[in-house]
């Protein structure tokens, strides 16, 4: 599998997990041997593997946990670093993300996600921009 696609391949794994709700998931698609951060849209940053990981168990053990979309996932490589920018529906929230994975061996494995508002549309199929890489 080309890199590109298996950097789309982890990012998908972390939206499927979250659409899921699936700690296990999410906690396998964090590196182990990287120190992570996460900053969640209107949280203070989060820093390491267990303030990270309580903030996702909070998020997906929430009652009304929403569902998430993503749109126009587009994956740029830097060596052993990749970075995923894609848009997220949240619910009714339209958001884009940047979520950053490093390469453990054979397999890539998220360090960061930041995601936040936007007012920017994804780009529709036939748009320049659209990847085919979404989860609905």
């Given amino acids: 599998m080309p890199d590109a696609d298996a950097v789309l391949f982890a990012n998908e794994a972390f939206y499927r997990a979250f659409t899921d709700r699936d700690i296990r998931g999410m906690d396998g698609v964090w590196s182990q041997t990287v120190a992570i951060t996460c900053l969640h849209p209107g949280w203070a940053p989060l820093f390491g593997r267990d303030e990270v990981m309580a903030s996702w168990a909070a998020i997906l053990s929430a009652p009304g946990a929403p569902q998430v979309r993503i749109h126009a996932a587009h994956a ?16 009714s929230a339209l958001l884009v993300a940047t979520n950053l994975f490093v390469r453990e061996g054979s397999l890539w494995k998220m360090v960061h996600h930041q995601s936040g508002p936007t007012t920017t549309e994804p780009p529709l199929e036939d748009e320049p921009g659209y990847s085919p890489h979404s989860l609905n």
């Fill in 76 to 91: 740029s490589l830097y060596g052993a670093l990749a970075s995923v920018i894609c848009f997220e529906n949240l619910g």
